[in-house]
């Protein structure tokens, strides 16, 4: 039994079966990410005022890693035409290119970009303490700009003192290490008997001068953690987490969609392997078959590269 | 995979796989159970549907023993379950006051109330009426040799397949299987079982068992958009399509664009869940007098739902889509009459496609929405019954004048267009927002959609599986069974759920454990409905049996038959029965509509789509395999 059209394409519509497939398979996988901005979307409109953060992200990351996407959608489209021509010495070195770009892509993501939110850490405080913390949240200066309040002190832990069985404690960074590492913190705490007293934070520089002028808008690069300390007693803390899926609704969403966004490039790159190393037999065989195999494949890589020229601006920029 | 030695042909290596299959038998497991053909795929989703769909009726007929006699102990079932169950931590069953075990815990009611929901829409209905009868019909009727993509076919049904494994086995975790509706609302759902364990608990497998559920009837769906665009036989141009294909091709691309929605919602449950995000729970919210944690930002539990009814509406309409197509086909052979209005019906299930997708919010009247937006979605909820009409009228009107023959299929065909009937025209009041209000969870609603899905569908089902019984096994299924089982079932069935509507509309609210005993003073006049219900229901469920002997028993002792028993016109009936690997055993082309019955001149009352015309047959396109280089 032969199944019709599987190479070249039905006249009536133009297209061989897998092509048809594939664009079918995008058009469900644009409502499936449709649904998850759809849901960003929902979520920013609803936030309370100040409750959605800015400038978290490092956007130069973010730039180099959208520049080695699209240099892979061009790479992959470059391969797929090398089979065209029969010319597999080429298609061979640019699918190489390809696979390397998506493996770099991942690697920042994952290797970088994922840790350094691990690392740093956010305490929202409660309302009636903001007082307090003035110094630190300058939501007077805020207010006469006409801005968001500023509900949140961000940074490093540089130490976190608790009770043991009612015997104070201090939790200090490990040696040859700057901080506390937020998961190391949040495993003494889970500890039985133990209750948190104060978090002693190195503040970002938006919190060191909450005044300053210079604060109310993100940069473009990322400016490195203050000097200055700031405690914060357990009573006045709404909610403490680094910046972990848990942390709110905005790293929620960040992590989903970008986690998603990955596994998809993840997936994109283990095909192309595929191809790369077991390509060769189909292609001697029948070179055009092997051509669309990496057109199909291409375009979902294509896609995927789109999904992520709408990520990096609602997430890194806006 | 073997590979031809030939480097110049364009042959795939599929083709070599396939050659070497024609000279090897295959051998048992990739024959039937890992099998790339069609039709075994259909027969596996349609048995598993089956055993699901009998399954969530079983689990609707416990809660209906608690409904009619609170409090007493389930005969039989309870005490064995009580018992059988008590090494899981079960509590779906208790022991009452007096220490009587079987009696069916609120908590056990949640469950069977939640999980009969899923099972019935996500394992019963989708499986049989879309994934089975598609599977097996479609390629057959637009006469491809099977599916354009056999082999994610077979991944199709083996994730679907782990989805029900994953289903079942979540009522053996601690705390039992999901309790939150089959809506899974939060916060309920984003808080319940969390206290037995982070993953292994009833709702976060509900999800993760959703999230297979899905993939498959994207890969399904996905293969029946290809089949029916790709491989139409000759001369199979898109105003010859057989109605049921039609119906299968729109509801394909309902499932392809609407679900991965539900999907994008059910990673957002899961990381809710599992790993703390707040998509869904509110900030501040307090569950026993308890702050249960600061959420930042603050997610919404209102998301959840605008996310699953964009799902779920649709949903409805891949439930009845498939019926109506099913039921078309039925009608139009057993009245021996082309089917009235081919075309318009084709217009009306596009029209109504599309209008499925901006309809969702009118199950959320009452969660509370301005107005305008209710105005809005009251309006395309309104405007949605017009091509429901046109395709009920339709199919009432081609039976006008007609010799009938009334055989079992069609007796549930044609019950099916008057349920059908009911259910949509109770479904206006609720499209109303002022008469929602009232009548929202209440058991109107529940009698409502009960009659589309239960004496519509189903009924559909039936006729369906009556209908191309022979086609697969090549047997007929016993004729006096059939009737039987029809009119006990057309009986009972409207016993069960015709008193619903008198409930509620007295206000009679769909999730009260005992029956309405609490609130006697605004129940008790129709609280003895409760009793008639389940009598009528066990007696329901006892006809059924009746269905599963004749089923099982016309496999192996129905009498035989050749290709076209019904005297048919459609393509399936000119292949062999059943149809062989490859299905048709001579090369296929279409010469004309698929309902060409009673054609004056015509020596047949029924003449073939395959049959040339006395034009084409001289200069005729070749009835050959399609061109392919």
């Known amino acids: ?318 | 995979m073997s590979i031809t030695a030939d480097t110049h042909t364009h042959e795939t290596p599929g083709h070599g796989h396939e050659h070497h299959e024609e000279h090897h038998e295959l051998g048992f497991w990739q024959k039937y159970v890992f099998s790339t053909d069609h039709k075994v795929i259909g027969i596996q989703y349609g048995i598993t549907g089956l055993v699901f769909l009998f399954f969530g009726f079983l689990l609707m007929l416990v809660m209906r023993w608690q409904l009619a006699n609170p409090g007493v102990p389930v005969p039989f079932v309870g005490p064995f379950f009580q018992t059988a169950l008590k090494m899981f931590g079960s509590t779906i069953f208790a022991s009452d006051a007096n220490g009587n075990p079987g009696v069916l815990t609120p908590d056990g009611y949640n469950t069977f109330g939640a999980m009969h929901g899923t099972i019935m829409v996500f394992f019963g209905i989708v499986p049989i009426a879309f994934a089975a009868f598609g599977n097996f019909v479609v390629p057959l009727q637009i006469g491809a040799p099977d599916m354009t993509f056999p082999r994610i076919n077979m991944a199709s049904y083996w994730s679907f397949f782990i989805s029900c494994v994953i289903m079942v086995a979540s009522f053996f975790v601690p705390g039992g299987a999901a309790k939150s509706g089959w809506t899974s609302y939060p916060p309920l759902s984003g808080i319940a079982d969390l206290s037995h364990s982070v993953f292994l608990n009833g709702q976060t497998l509900w999800v993760l068992g959703m999230v297979f559920n899905i993939t498959a009837s994207l890969l399904g769906s996905v293969n029946f958009l290809a089949t029916i665009i790709q491989l139409r036989a000759p001369g199979m141009t898109w105003m010859r399509l057989p109605f049921f294909v039609w119906a299968q091709f729109i509801t394909a691309f309902l499932l392809l664009l609407a679900f991965p929605v539900l999907e994008a919602a059910g990673f957002m449950q899961f990381t809710d869940r599992v790993f703390g995000t707040n998509f869904f729970m509110p900030t501040g919210l307090v569950v026993k007098q308890q702050l249960v944690q600061h959420w930042s930002g603050g997610g919404s539990p209102i998301l959840w739902q605008h996310l699953f009814w964009f799902l779920a509406h649709p949903e409805v309409y891949v439930l009845i889509l498939p019926g109506i197509g099913m039921v078309a086909e039925v009608v139009a052979n057993n009245t021996r009459k082309p089917l009235y209005g081919y075309k318009a019906m084709v217009m009306a299930i596009l029209v109504l496609a599309f209008l499925s997708f901006i309809v969702w919010a009118h199950h959320m009247y009452m969660t509370g929405m301005g107005a305008k937006v209710a105005a809005f979605f009251q309006t395309t909820t309104i405007i949605i019954s017009v091509p429901s009409v046109i395709l009920l009228t339709a199919l009432m009107l081609s039976l006008w004048g007609a010799s009938i023959r009334f055989t079992t299929p069609m007796l549930f065909a044609t019950a099916f267009m008057p349920m059908f009937g009911i259910g949509g025209l109770t479904g206006i009041p609720l499209a109303f927002n002022a008469v929602d209000l009232y009548l929202h969870d209440t058991y109107y609603v529940i009698a409502h959609f009960h009659y589309v899905v239960a004496p519509g569908t189903i009924f559909a089902i039936f006729a369906g599986l009556y209908y191309w019984f022979p086609k697969a096994t090549g047997r007929m299924m016993n004729g006096f069974l059939g009737h039987l089982h029809f009119w006990g079932s057309l009986i009972f069935i409207n016993g069960v759920f015709f008193p619903m509507f008198l409930q509620g509309m007295h206000g009679v609210h769909r999730r009260w454990y005992d029956g309405g005993k609490t609130y006697e003073q605004l129940a008790g006049p129709l609280i003895h409905w409760n009793g008639f219900m389940s009598t009528a229901a066990f007696l329901l469920g006892a006809v059924q049996l009746i269905f599963i002997f004749n089923f099982v028993w016309s496999i192996f002792k129905g009498q035989k038959v050749g290709r076209n028993p019904w005297d048919a016109t459609t393509l399936e009936w000119q292949a062999p029965s059943p149809p062989p690997h490859g299905n048709f055993d001579r090369p296929i082309a279409v010469y004309r509509g698929p309902y060409e019955y009673s054609v004056p001149g015509a020596p047949t009352d029924f003449t073939p789509q395959s049959q040339p015309t006395a034009a084409t047959q001289a200069a005729a396109p070749t009835p050959e395999e399609p061109p392919h280089h």
């Open chain 1, 1 to 318: 039994m032969q199944i019709p059209y599987e190479v070249s394409a039905r006249p009536d519509t133009g297209l061989y079966n897998a092509k048809l497939g594939i664009w079918l398979f995008l058009a469900s996988e644009v409502m499936l990410f449709g649904g998850l901005f759809s849901s960003y979307i929902f979520l920013r409109i609803g936030a309370d005022p100040g409750y959605w953060p800015h400038g978290l992200l490092n956007v130069p990351v973010g730039t180099f890693n959208t520049a080695v996407l699209i240099g892979s959608s061009v790479t992959v489209v470059l391969a797929w035409a090398s089979l065209k021509m029969r010319r597999w010495n080429a298609y061979w070195g640019w699918m190489l290119a390809t696979i390397i770009c998506g493996t770099v892509f991942l690697a920042v993501k994952l290797t970088y970009e994922w840790p350094q939110k691990f690392e740093h850490f956010g305490v929202f405080i409660k309302q009636d303490a903001f007082p307090k913390y003035e110094p630190y949240l300058g939501n007077k200066h805020l207010e006469e700009e006409k801005r968001e309040p500023r509900l949140e002190i961000t940074g490093h832990i540089h130490q976190m003192d608790i009770t043991r069985d009612g015997k104070l404690e201090s939790i200090l960074p490990k040696e040859k290490e700057e901080a506390v590492s937020p998961s190391e913190a949040d495993g003494v705490l889970s500890e039985e008997g133990v209750k948190l007293v104060d978090y002693q934070v190195q503040l970002d520089a938006i919190n060191a001068d909450p005044s300053d002028k210079d604060n109310d808008r993100p940069h473009f690069r990322q400016r490195a953690v203050t000097e200055k300390i700031a405690k914060i007693d357990a009573a006045d803390i709404a909610s403490a987490s680094a910046f972990f899926p848990r942390h709110s609704s905005y790293f929620s969403c960040y992590f989903l969609i970008t986690g998603l966004h990955g596994l998809h490039v993840f997936a994109g790159v283990l095909v192309f392997t595929y191809f790369l190393l077991f390509g060769k037999k189909l292609y001697l065989r029948n070179p055009e078959h092997m051509a669309n195999r990496v057109e199909i494949a291409g375009l979902f890589w294509h896609f995927v590269d789109l999904v992520w020229i709408f990520v990096f601006p609602i997430f890194y920029l806006l």
